[in-house]
């Protein structure tokens, strides 16, 4: 069998002949010797040496299955603790490569950027994707570097298409310039992306919505009907579905130039979103230093138009400002400055946190490994003093010792990967995204995880494999070990402190998050949000409308019924008012909405002062309207019944007025992000109608969805019915914070676990380096409990340190998040307690079991073993 001596004599063989040479020929003759002879024996040499470190690669995995097999316990409690540690941190990545993710997929999307309109003004800031509809032209014809300019809107409703007799409601449908397809990469599986989208009354659709219609086939050609706008679109286009990381959300997308709006040449209304690609080469913060001046030409002089007063004059005061900037593609689904409605919005803060989380159960989980070999010791002190009294070198001892570490690394990395194939499904749909078991074989994850398990490895295994090696023979054998070991004891509290510092922080961020949304569900909105159906498209009922709210309004079950065109936690248009005597420049952006008679009732609105809107009374229906307190408190309006507003947004041109008849106490029509807006209802006209909202009984509820739905379809001549109910539209808003919310108390639940099973480690190591003290502490009489609480006490007080340690930085990161909200439950000091009551009772039950279990055993045996 080959061994490492026959290498090294093969290459003392080879040393030996190039002296000799040398000494014979001279040293240039001796090198060219030297390298025929190298030649002839390199083979021999690569053999044997190779069969050499199989060999040692073979003893090494024999030694290391073999404490394994003879430690299942150890084993198991081992593997567990670094496989939970990968799965979650591999989990974790897979959702931040996730969200860092959207949009990169369009190839050009490095020179993509959306343009978005940056205000300051007497209201205070806005900073939204909404800008004017001629942008887009105008930024295509006074910047050469600008290579396409597209607008896109997104409307927030429902739509009824039919096609070839088939009827759907479609919630997806969107409208676009033709160079939409331009710009971006929606790969095309009929039509072409240049001209799609060119003529009026054209359409693309996605291939989910493009089978529903019409199969297989090719629909090119083939007609579609918007039956709300009565309007026919010829179908010019079908795209593969949009990914999961676009930020656009459409299955259908219209010509823009088929709309009226399209045309419109006022800089003053915000409608679009408007996106640029710019040429290769061109700069974008060179594009945005040339806005301002592209701002004041062409935005100017409508300024001026409206209020009459200079755009220059009104904006060099204070510290106004309005302009455009530009947000580059990549960065829109994680930006948290520029509003928009168009998806589901990432929350960069949030995936640093838990990038924080996923890091830390990865180290808590190579803490637990260090510390439980290190616990486990004393079992191979002796075999480490014999294998060295019999000739093995330190390398060889670090060498064993980081192979088992790794082994044991990648047989983790395994049952992590078999753990992510059962949890991954559920925590993609926790965590609201389209995660997959087979995303971790795609794209850079194979090597990330070869990584992940190598670099644990290492790094878990190199204390336990030098601090193993280092001792003297002579001490190991004789049982002098323990002596020495008392040196790295402070290592192992720190890293124990570390570990529950940690896991105290995530938990006691993961009960701040419950308790805000507990505060967030129970506080009072202003309006009565229970048992309301809301009925999307009841437009569609028209003429009919009268009828059907009669024919429900006969059942006992139906309350009260209401028309609107929005309701809290949709959308509410921000429209610019201007009070009668107010100069234009005074403009205010208010809330706006439009409501029938019976809207207040309905949720429950309290009047302030005044009264609301009445049938009976003529005039209601065109020239009256009502604010809230807040409304009036910015406007400054000590008395505000009677005052007037002129009847057309924006300006104070001579014309039509508004009456201020009321004045509603304040409710909430958006998430507790934000506090109470000024707001200002208008009476309902058919145009602006959308929305039927219906106030039933509690009981039977699912009996009266069924007589909701039969009157409509009796009224609507069977088209679809949909609807929702207010309480679940307004607990949306808040599906991020409980998203995040579930994530953190899942993970902060396996933080604190791996760390515990730390906890064992230490506790185990304490018990067997105390084995003779505590046999002959219960020879004199000392009781199980005493003992226990002397092996458990040391790490008992470790985790109240670190609690004490780990509660300034907590408390600073979840003032950090709840400043998010502008409602928030207050932080006080009972939850630091109960966190730390929390934590320090997990810990006494993951250590109680050995502590017991060591304090138990038979004095007798313990002092016969040592």
Not at 96 to 107: C, L
Not at 537 to 562: K, Q, T
Request: charge should be positive; glycine fraction near 8%.
């Amino acid at each position: 069998m080959a061994n490492r001596g026959d290498s090294a004599a093969i290459a003392g063989d080879i040393a030996e002949e190039f002296h000799r040479r040398a000494a014979e020929h001279g040293s240039g003759r001796a090198r060219l010797w030297y390298r025929l002879f190298v030649l002839r024996s390199l083979p021999s040499f690569v053999r044997h040496t190779v069969s050499w470190s199989l060999t040692m690669f073979k003893n090494y995995l024999t030694i290391a299955l073999r404490v394994m097999r003879r430690h299942k316990a150890f084993t198991f409690i081992n593997l567990a603790g670094l496989a939970v540690g990968m799965a979650c941190s591999v989990m974790i990545g897979l959702y931040i490569v996730h969200e860092s993710g959207f949009d990169r997929f369009h190839e050009k999307a490095p020179r993509i950027f959306r343009v978005y309109a940056d205000i300051r003004d007497d209201d205070g800031d806005f900073v939204g994707a909404w800008t004017p509809p001629p942008l887009a032209k105008a930024l295509l014809q006074d910047f050469p570097e600008v290579e396409e300019a597209a607008r896109y809107s997104a409307w927030p409703r429902e739509w009824l298409m039919t096609a070839r007799g088939k009827s759907f409601i479609e919630g997806g449908i969107t409208f676009a310039d033709a160079s939409f397809f331009r710009m971006f990469s929606y790969p095309f599986i009929f039509g072409d992306a240049a001209t799609a989208l060119e003529e009026p009354g054209t359409i693309v659709l996605s291939r989910r919505v493009a089978e529903k219609y019409f199969g297989h086939d090719d629909p090119v050609g083939q007609t579609m009907t918007i039956k709300d706008i009565g309007r026919d679109y010829r179908v010019t286009g079908v795209i593969e579905d949009p990914p999961p990381t676009s930020h656009f959300r459409f299955d259908i997308v219209a010509s823009l130039v088929s709309t009226r709006q399209s045309a419109e040449t006022r800089w003053s209304g915000n409608s679009y979103f408007t996106y640029v690609l710019l040429r290769e080469g061109a700069s974008a913060a060179a594009l945005e230093a040339k806005l301002p001046d592209f701002t004041r030409r062409r935005y100017g002089p409508q300024f001026f138009e409206d209020t009459g007063v200079r755009y220059e004059d009104y904006y060099a005061k204070g510290d106004r400002r309005f302009g455009f900037r530009l947000e580059p593609l990549t960065e829109i689904h994680l930006g948290a400055r520029v509003k928009d409605t168009l998806s589901l919005k990432g929350n960069a803060a949030h995936l640093r946190l838990l990038s924080a989380v996923a890091f830390f159960i990865l180290l808590i989980a190579a803490i637990n490994f260090m510390n439980l070999a290190t616990a486990r010791f004393a079992h191979r002190s002796r075999e480490v003093g014999v294998r060295k009294v019999l000739g093995s070198e330190r390398r060889q001892l670090v060498v064993q010792f980081l192979g088992e570490s790794l082994l044991m690394s990648v047989l983790a990395l395994v049952m992590a990967v078999g753990v992510m194939a059962v949890v991954l499904p559920a925590f993609g749909r926790l965590a609201g995204r389209p995660l997959a078991f087979g995303d971790i074989f795609s794209g850079g994850f194979p090597f990330l995880l070869a990584g992940v398990a190598l670099a644990v490895g290492l790094a878990a295994g190199s204390y336990p494999a030098l601090f193993l090696s280092s001792f003297a023979p002579q001490a190991t054998i004789k049982g002098r070990w323990a002596a020495r070991g008392k040196g790295h004891a402070r290592l192992r509290r720190g890293l124990v402190l570390v570990q529950f510092a940690v896991g105290f922080a995530v938990l006691f961020g993961t009960g701040v998050i419950a308790r805000q949304m507990r505060f967030l569900g129970s506080r009072d909105l202003g309006f009565d949000k229970e048992h309301v159906v809301v009925i999307g498209r009841a437009n569609a009922l028209g003429a009919a409308a009268e009828a059907f709210e009669g024919e429900l309004l006969s059942h006992p079950e139906v309350l009260n019924i209401s028309r609107s065109e929005s309701l809290p936690g949709r959308h509410f248009d921000d429209n610019g008012h201007v009070l009668e005597g107010a100069l234009a420049t005074d403009e205010r952006a208010l809330m706006t909405t439009y409501v029938d008679d019976r809207f207040a009732d309905l949720l429950g609105l309290k009047l302030a002062e005044g009264r609301f809107f009445r049938r009976d009374v003529g005039t209601d229906a065109t020239s009256a309207v009502v604010i809230n307190r807040t409304a009036a408190r910015e406007l400054g309006l000590a008395e505000p019944v009677g005052k007037r507003f002129h009847k057309q947004y924006g300006g104070a041109k001579e014309g039509e007025f508004v009456t201020i008849i009321g004045v509603l106490e304040d409710f909430h029509i958006a998430s507790l992000h934000t506090g109470v807006r000024p707001m200002i209802l208008r009476p309902l006209s058919p145009a602006e109608w959308r929305l039927t909202s219906v106030k039933v009984r509690a009981e039977g509820l699912a009996r009266t969805l069924a007589l909701i739905e039969r009157t409509w379809k009796k009224f609507t001549s069977g088209q679809p019915f949909q609807y929702s109910f207010l309480d679940r539209d307004f607990g949306a808003l808040y599906d991020a914070e409980r998203r995040a919310g579930k994530i953190f108390s899942a993970f902060s639940a396996l933080a604190v676990l791996v760390a515990c099973l730390g906890l064992y480690g230490l506790v185990s190591f304490s018990a067997e380096r105390r084995t003779r003290e505590i046999g002959i502490r219960k020879t004199l009489g000392a009781s199980v409990g005493s003992l226990a609480g002397l092996l458990s006490r040391e790490v008992i007080t470790l985790v109240g340190i670190a609690a004490v340690v780990a509660s300034p930085p907590a408390f600073f990161l979840a003032r950090q998040w709840l400043r998010d909200f502008a409602y928030r439950a207050p932080i006080r000091p009972w939850m630091f307690a109960a966190t730390a009551a929390a934590v320090l009772a997990v810990a006494f039950l993951s250590v109680a079991y050995r502590a017991i279990k060591a304090a138990a055993a038979n004095p007798v045996e313990t002092l016969r073993n040592e």
